[in-house]
C-alpha cells in the first residue's frame, strides 16, 4: 500500500531504481536513494514551472513588446524580397492573421519569457557548443539532469524538459541535419511545434537551427523553417499565439526580412 502511494508520486526513472533496489531497501529509504541518484531537477523543474517569468529574470523580454511581423512590415523599410525557393504544396496567400502569428527576435534566444524556446541540441542532449552551450548555462545544471534521462534524441525530432531558471516555463531540445538536409530540418520545425501544441503550450522561439556548428546554410535554412511554419500555422491558426524566428547574426536578419515577405506576405 506505502509502496504503490510512492509509486504514483515519482516518476518513471525513480521508479526504475527504486525496483530494482527492491528487497534491499525500506521504501522510503529507496526513494531518498533514489532522488540522490538522480539529483533533484524534478524538485527543481516544479519550483520554476510555477514562477513567472520576470521573478525568474528581470530584464526578460515579454511577447508583448516583440513586434508581430505584420506591425514591424508595416513600421521598417523591408529589404528586396527573397522569392520563395519551393513550389509550395501550400497556397501561399495574403492571411494578416498568420501574419499576426509570427515575429523576429534579434538577439539572445535565453532572454526571451515565452512559454517554450527551441534548443538546436545534438543527438546526446548533454549540452553542446553554440545556442545549445548557452542555453544550457542559463538554465543551470537542473536541465542536464533532466536531458540525462531522455535517452538521447535522433535528428529531425523533438524532446521538452523544463526551463529552470530561464525565463521561458520550457525548452523543446531538437537535433538538426548536419549539412543541408531540408527534410530532416523542416521535420525539427515541425516535431517541436507538435509538441508545443500536445503540451497546450501558446508561444515558441527557434534559434536558426542547424547554421552554426552543422554547418547548414543560412539561406536554404531560412526557407525550410518559414515554409515549415507557414505550413503549420495554416493547419494550426487558432492553437498558437506566436512562432518568434529568433536571429542572432547579421546575415540571418536580413535573410528573414527577405524571405517572410514571401511565406507571409501582408497587403500596405
Ligand atoms: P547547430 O549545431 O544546430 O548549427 P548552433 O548553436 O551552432 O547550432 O547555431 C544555431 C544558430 O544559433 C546560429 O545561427 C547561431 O548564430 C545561433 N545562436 C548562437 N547563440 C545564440 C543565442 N544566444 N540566441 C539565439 N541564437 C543563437
Not at 14 to 36: D, M, P, Q, V, Y
Amino acid at each position: 500500500m506505502i509502496c504503490a502511494k510512492f509509486s504514483e508520486r515519482i516518476s518513471k526513472s525513480t521508479k526504475s531504481i527504486i525496483s530494482f533496489c527492491g528487497n534491499k531497501f525500506h521504501t522510503e529509504g529507496a526513494l531518498i536513494f533514489a532522488r540522490k541518484k538522480m539529483g533533484n531537477w524534478e524538485e527543481e523543474k516544479e519550483k520554476y514551472l510555477k514562477m513567472n517569468a520576470e521573478a525568474k529574470r528581470k530584464d526578460c523580454v515579454k511577447l508583448q513588446s516583440i513586434p508581430t511581423w505584420k506591425s514591424l512590415s508595416d513600421s521598417i523599410k523591408l529589404p528586396e524580397p527573397i522569392e520563395m525557393k519551393e513550389n509550395c504544396a501550400i497556397n501561399i496567400s495574403k492571411n494578416e492573421i498568420l501574419a499576426e502569428k509570427i515575429s523576429i527576435f534579434e538577439g539572445d534566444i535565453t532572454t526571451l519569457g515565452i512559454d517554450a524556446i527551441v534548443n538546436a541540441a545534438n543527438s546526446t542532449l548533454m549540452g553542446g557548443g553554440g545556442v545549445d552551450g548557452v542555453i544550457h548555462r542559463a538554465a543551470g545544471p537542473s536541465l542536464k539532469e533532466e536531458c540525462s534521462t531522455l535517452g538521447g534524441c535522433p535528428t529531425g525530432a523533438a524532446k521538452i524538459t523544463g526551463g529552470y531558471k530561464l525565463p521561458a516555463r520550457y525548452v523543446i531540445h531538437t537535433v538538426g541535419p548536419q549539412g543541408e538536409q531540408t527534410e530532416k530540418l523542416k521535420k525539427c520545425y515541425r516535431n517541436s511545434l507538435d509538441i508545443l501544441i500536445e503540451k497546450k503550450l501558446r508561444t515558441i522561439a527557434f534559434p536558426c537551427i542547424s547554421t552554426g556548428i552543422y554547418g547548414y546554410p543560412n539561406l536554404p535554412a531560412a526557407h525550410a523553417a518559414a515554409y515549415q511554419v507557414r505550413k503549420f500555422l495554416e493547419d494550426n491558426t487558432d492553437k498558437v499565439d506566436r512562432v518568434i524566428f529568433c536571429l542572432f547574426l547579421d546575415e540571418d536578419k536580413k535573410i528573414y526580412k527577405g524571405i517572410l515577405q514571401s511565406y507571409f506576405p501582408i497587403s500596405h
